[in-house]
T-cell receptor, first 115, second 113 residues
């Protein structure tokens, strides 16, 4: 079974700083996707970024980028020029492509951006 | 506007009563999912369906039931057999080919007393 671990329950940074959230996962699969989802106080789950395991290039979406280390099974999220609206819970998630394509979530990191 | 709707946003029930949570999507997605979220925890999969008239148990299916009679709809029933039903419930959907991300509804907060 796949597991996803987020080792930082809470993080806090000042506005405009850069912050990196950690995620590690355990799998024997070779084809899979990784995702970062954001859950603001409204509790709506919002997709931030996705990474296909077969791609070596790290995904980027505006201020959000990932550092995907397949051999180390690590998938960290970097938020540059952080904004107050980035305050949220962030969840790392794994999905294998074979069989039932279910998302497995980490426990989440509560990120607070301070003015 | 395409999206996923869940109703109601807040739901209150007495212990011993069954309750059904609604989930509707107009994204033409084949697969639909139900998750449970408890305070300070990640999401846990209750049930999922990849096609109409077919569904599978997730990691915490005990005390829950679902149906998938229409592509757009995937209602979740929380039965009286569910020991700790108070939680936040999220429904999601996605296409089954090409794009693998799941899109989520706004959630239903269920409180059972």
């Amino acid at each position: 079974a796949q597991t996803v671990t987020q080792s930082q329950p809470e993080m806090s940074v000042q506005e405009a700083e850069t912050v990196t959230l950690s995620c590690t996962y355990d799998t024997s699969e070779s084809n899979y996707y990784l995702f970062w989802y954001k859950q603001p106080p409204s509790r709506q789950m919002i997709l931030v970024i996705r990474q296909e395991a077969y791609k070596q290039q790290n995904a980027t979406e505006n201020r959000f980028s990932v550092n995907f280390q397949k051999a180390a099974k690590s998938f960290s999220l970097k938020i540059s020029d952080s904004q107050l609206g980035d305050t949220a819970m962030y969840f790392c998630a794994f999905m294998k492509l074979k069989g039932a394509q279910k998302l497995v979530f980490g426990q989440g990191t509560r990120l607070t951006i301070n003015p | 506007d395409g999206g996923i709707t869940q109703s109601p946003k807040y739901l209150f029930r007495k212990e011993g009563q069954n309750v059904t949570l609604s989930c509707e999507q107009n994204l033409n997605h084949d697969a639909m999912y139900w998750y449970r979220q408890d305070p300070g925890q990640g999401l846990r999969l209750i049930y999922y369906s990849q096609i109409v008239n077919d569904f599978q148990k997730g990691d915490i299916a005990e005390g829950y039931s679902v149906s998938r009679e229409k592509k757009e709809s995937f209602p979740l029933t929380v039965t009286s057999a569910q020991k700790n039903p108070t939680a936040f419930y999220l429904c999601a959907s996605r296409r089954t080919s090409g794009y693998y991300e799941q899109y989520f509804g706004p959630g239903t907060r269920l409180t059972v007393t």
